[in-house]
T-cell receptor, first 112, second 110 residues
Framework: DGGITQSPKYLFRKEGQNVTLSCEQNLNHDAMYWYRQDPGQGLRLIYYSQIVNDFQKGDIAEGYSVSREKKESFPLTVTSAQKNPTAFYLC???????????FGPGTRLTVT | EDQVTQSPEALRLQEGESSSLNCSYTVSGLRGLFWYRQDPGKGPEFLFTLYSAGEEKEKERLKATLTKKESFLHITAPKPEDSATYLCAGFNQAGTALIFGKGTTLSVSS
């Protein structure tokens, strides 16, 4: 069954700690994306990667980092520099010849 | 600046009461207009892509249409299971990522 998996579903961290969110896809999609969703706001783009070993900053990249060492994996690290990290994080992917993005189930991160 | 605006923010309907959700966009060189459904605590589920003005797509009780300035999601005879947040997004000429509206939260009561 093809799809996008994100883990964990819920994540709790203390302020000042870095945390890594996992995103894996077995759709053989070239491009992958990370979005952040806050109540009452639209999805905001954090980082995206169109090919392995290459990625670009989105609108709100400060305090986040990513890597793309494998086509199927695009982990997101939320660093201690991110001032308001508590949010719902969504990973998405797109086939190379399409603009249709498919989303994972999301990870809800709570930092206290 | 590219922008997508959805209205209304929230919509309450009785079961069977048809209505429409609006998505206005100012996206340079729009390459596609997308509709997603999102249930609470879950990732968005892809519904439709519209590429050119005049295009229409249907899926069960949902029908999406596109003009040069806006898109509508028509819901015919909705059921309680249609309750969700509906997101609209545009892909711009740069083709880097989707630009999302804030969504319309639909509640259908029986």
């Amino acid at each position: 069954d093809g799809g996008i998996t994100q883990s964990p579903k819920y994540l709790f961290r203390k302020e000042g700690q870095n945390v890594t969110l996992s995103c894996e896809q077995n759709l053989n999609h070239d491009a992958m994306y990370w979005y952040r969703q806050d109540p009452g706001q639209g999805l905001r783009l954090i980082y995206y990667s169109q090919i392995v070993n290459d990625f670009q900053k989105g609108d709100i990249a400060e305090g986040y980092s990513v890597s793309r060492e494998k086509k199927e994996s695009f982990p997101l690290t939320v660093t201690s520099a991110q001032k308001n990290p508590t949010a719902f994080y969504l990973c998405a992917s797109t086939a190379g010849d399409s603009y249709e993005q498919y989303f994972g189930p999301g990870t809800r991160l709570t930092v206290t | 600046e590219d922008q997508v605006t959805q209205s209304p923010e929230a919509l309450r309907l009785q079961e069977g009461e048809s209505s429409s959700l609006n998505c206005s966009y100012t996206v340079s060189g729009l390459r596609g207009l997308f509709w997603y459904r999102q249930d609470p605590g879950k990732g968005p589920e892809f519904l439709f892509t519209l590429y050119s003005a005049g295009e229409e797509k249907e899926k069960e009780r949902l029908k999406a249409t596109l003009t040069k300035k806006e898109s509508f999601l028509h819901i015919t005879a909705p059921k309680p299971e249609d309750s969700a947040t509906y997101l609209c997004a545009g892909f711009n000429q740069a083709g880097t990522a989707l630009i999302f509206g804030k969504g319309t939260t639909l509640s259908v009561s029986s």
